[in-house]
């Protein structure tokens, strides 16, 4: 059995991609039509696989000018630069965009949730072996070891994760309340949120650990009254969730957890099996194949339509952006892994040349310094754009799950923003500082689904039930019109149940 590390094994080599000289005489000197396509492996337990990258359509060539600088070799590999100058456009097609159909591995996923559905714990345990590389004969993690983790995590990170507990608890206690009862003309709605009766929540594991994301993910459960909050995350090369997760997981107030990753732990939270009792609510970020699990059991339960997926993030520079910091936050979003989306849209020749000549330079000392090049490499870009409203139009055709305006007066491109998971503004504003400290949920919107999804909040565990009451005064005025709309549907009955109110025929009544 491969070590566990293997999953997260990155390979990256040409696939279409026909590179161009790297000769230049100047920083903005030559162009060329390029296709962005790349081989690389799935992040996430079960995710051993090698498939296309999902940038670009395979049926649809991307038609832009690639820029090239003197940066040579490391120019090229680190961010494609386009130049969308003096363009006119259909962004659309012209913009590499991210396409999970294209070479998802919806057979691989659909096999490992139709086994665990049938086998229950034994497919758990199969998968955990053969993707894991351990043996896990306790599928829940006793209680008591979740305090014990707490004080094995040492204090500096203990108060971080505290004060990071706090503030995103803190924000979701936050949020307006709705109206309670609605009223018009005799007739009276109320309101009703009804919280689940129990949510799960994925916790990713393979290239780092992200107790950030039990955090994020646990507490809008908690603060909108879930009975039962579970917990899945991949056991490490020990056979157990790191302390970090446990840790966290204790300080959520997670009320169960268990030793299970992948496609696998989705299957069970959905179907449940003799260990794990099936939820309501799936949410939590995740790989591609993680991510394409809780596509497939939508419906059994409840999914967040945002599609959390590898991670995701625009920066939009001018002359006047710090370049190290708008490298450093190119840089992370890569560290992620493997299927992310790092780009840099700007109107500045000379601040795309010093940013993307930064990251090559952060990349080459980076600790992750292979898994980084080879996700900048395939979804990595550097955008050339007329001025700010076209930069504007780039970021929202691309609907990032992180939008950062580090830029001159950021505030007044707000205005401009229609596709985002969450935005940050100005040079203090990072997105780290939403990944940990901010309050509202990391849990956000990716490949593209920032166009019709949010980030996860305490809404995503709610029901609304409207209750709803009328006295007879207003059920008669309003009789003519709910008849005439049930003949005209032909459903006779809707209309005999308030014509019979209104004109007082209660035949069994009378009998």
Not at 81 to 106: C, H, I, M, T, Y
Not at 477 to 489: G, K, M
Request: charged share 20%; hydrophobic share 45%; proline share 7%.
């Amino acid at each position: 059995m491969a070590p566990r590390n293997a999953r997260s094994t990155l390979n990256s080599s040409p696939d279409t991609v026909s590179s161009p000289s790297l000769v230049a005489s100047s920083a903005m000197a030559a162009t060329r039509l390029v296709m962005a396509s790349r081989d690389e492996a799935i992040e996430d337990s079960s995710a051993r696989s090698v498939g296309t990258s999902p940038f670009c359509r395979a049926s649809r060539r991307c038609r832009h000018r690639e820029v090239l600088a003197p940066v040579r070799l490391r120019f090229a590999t680190m961010l494609r630069v386009l130049d969308l100058r003096g363009q006119a456009l259909d962004l659309g097609s012209a913009l590499p965009r991210p396409d999970l159909a294209a070479e998802a591995p919806v057979a691989e996923v659909r096999a490992i949730l139709a086994a665990v559905r049938s086998r229950g714990d034994e497919a758990l345990r199969d998968y955990t072996r053969r993707f894991d590389g351990v043996e896990v004969n306790k599928l829940r993690v006793d209680g008591p070891l979740l305090a014990e983790a707490v004080s094995r995590v040492g204090s500096p990170l203990l108060e971080a994760l505290t004060a990071a507990r706090d503030s995103i608890e803190s924000f979701h206690r936050w949020r307006a309340a709705p109206t309670s009862r609605y009223q018009r003309d005799g007739i009276s709605v109320e309101q009703l949120e009804l919280p689940v009766a129990r949510a799960g929540v994925y916790v990713p594991g393979g290239l780092a650990k992200y107790p950030s994301s039990v955090l994020m993910a646990a507490i809008p459960a908690k603060v909108a009254g879930v009975p039962a909050v579970i917990l899945c995350a991949p056991p490490g090369p020990d056979g157990e969730v790191p302390d970090e997760i446990m840790a966290a997981a204790h300080l959520a107030q997670v009320d169960e957890v268990y030793r299970a990753g992948g496609p696998q732990a989705i299957a069970a939270m959905a179907y449940g099996t003799e260990s794990i009792a099936s939820v309501d609510v799936i949410v939590g970020p995740g790989g591609r194949y993680v991510s394409l699990a809780k596509q497939e059991v939508r419906g059994v339960v409840g999914v967040p339509a945002a599609f959390a997926g590898p991670s995701e993030v625009v920066v939009v520079a001018d002359a006047t952006t710090p370049v190290d910091y708008a490298a450093i936050d190119i840089v992370v979003q890569a560290e992620h892994g493997p299927d992310g989306l790092a780009w840099l849209v700007t109107w500045s020749q000379q601040a795309l040349h010093s940013i993307v000549t930064a990251v090559g330079r952060l990349v080459d000392r980076a600790p992750r310094k292979r898994e980084i090049a080879s996700t900048l490499d395939a979804g990595g870009y550097a955008v050339l754009v007329d001025g700010p409203k076209e930069a504007m139009a780039v970021a929202n055709e691309i609907a990032p799950e992180h939008l950062e305006l580090c830029c001159s007066e950021p505030e007044r491109l707000v205005p401009l923003v229609k596709n985002a998971g969450a935005v940050f503004l100005g040079p203090w504003s990072p997105a780290s500082l939403g990944d940990y400290m901010a309050g509202p949920s990391h849990v956000l919107p990716t490949f593209r689904s920032a166009r019709f999804a949010s980030a996860l909040g305490v809404e995503d565990f709610l029901r609304r039930v409207h209750v709803i009451k009328a006295d007879r005064a207003a059920l008669c005025r309003v009789t003519p019109y709910i008849e005439a709309i049930a003949r005209a549907e032909g459903l006779l009955a809707h209309a005999e149940s308030v014509t019979m109110r209104a004109t007082g025929s209660d035949q069994s009544s009378e009998a």
